[in-house]
């Protein structure tokens, strides 16, 4: 299997317990997660040799945010150790018509305040086939940018393919601040992920759709990817589309276009829902994998999706399914039937 890399921020995920709201709670439950962490552990549960890139503090929350990635495969031999705290950010889980909502807590954190002598990211991307990081991670702070930017540069100097996920934050930047970060760094990337918000407000770019009413043109997408690859030279787009009806029922597909041949994915129906926090991330985990290990884009696309659907069905920001159980579903088996 292939040496993977992502680099980002593993977080504490405070929720209330089942669909309580944050008002009507006296106990938390303790999840881990954090957009490229949880590529990271999808990566590692389909079997590559995955390693998390970040800083934690040397105190046992620290300790357990690591010891959190080791228990599901990552390797944390790059994490760097020092810092005052772990970013924290609260969940509640919407339903119905309610939706969900998250509050963030994660100023300072150590990967926030970290410095470019904690790592050293030509010896990080030394021998790797694919770095993976997102549009959260330079939103954290300044210092975070500048990080992104070094650890994409190492990763061109030793040959790595790269990805991204866009993922705007607004809690984080404001769409300015975003384009004049990220713009720049689209020239290290290879494979483009992000959804028809995250094109417009992260890089200026917006289709054609009403992706709510799930007015979805395919046409209209491949134009916007063609636009993207002309100004940043892309070799792969891809989009999720969520069709948000309620917060318990959304409909989830994708689409691909690598330059040549545009594809788009069958539809699920995801309902209900139980936690859709990193369904994105999973859809980035499952993608990497099938463009590393499935020969048409049009089979790596469908066992992204499925897997991205399948986490959808998983409490906690980590995507805890087998590659095996992914192409199942990609397969056609979605009647969840026991299996004996």
Known sequence: MSKIVTFGEIMLRLSPPGFHRFLQTDTFDVIWGGGEANVAVSCANYGHDTYFVSKLPEHEIGQAALNALRRYGVKTDFISRGGNRV???????????RPSKVIYDRAGSAIAEAYPSDFDFDKIMKDADWFHWSGITPAISDKAALLTSMACEAAKRN?????VDLNFRKKLWTPEKARSIMKPLMKYVDVCIGNEEDAELCLGFKPAADIEAGQTSGEGYKQIFKAMMKEF????????????????NNGWKAMIYDGKEFYESKRYDINPIVDRVGGGDAFS??????????????????????????????NGDFNLVTAQEVKALAGGNTNGRVQR
């Open 233 to 248: 030279g892309f070799k792969y787009v891809a989009t999720t589309l969520r069709e948000s009806y309620s917060a318990s």
């Open 159 to 163: 040959g790595v393919t790269v990805s």
């Open 87 to 97: 970013g924290i950010y609260y969940c509640e889980t919407g339903d119905s018509m």
């Open 285 to 314: 985990g499952g993608l990497i994998h099938g463009l590393l290990t499935i020969p048409s884009q049009e089979e790596a696309l469908e066992f992204a999706v499925a897997a991205s659907a399948l986490k959808q069905t998983i």
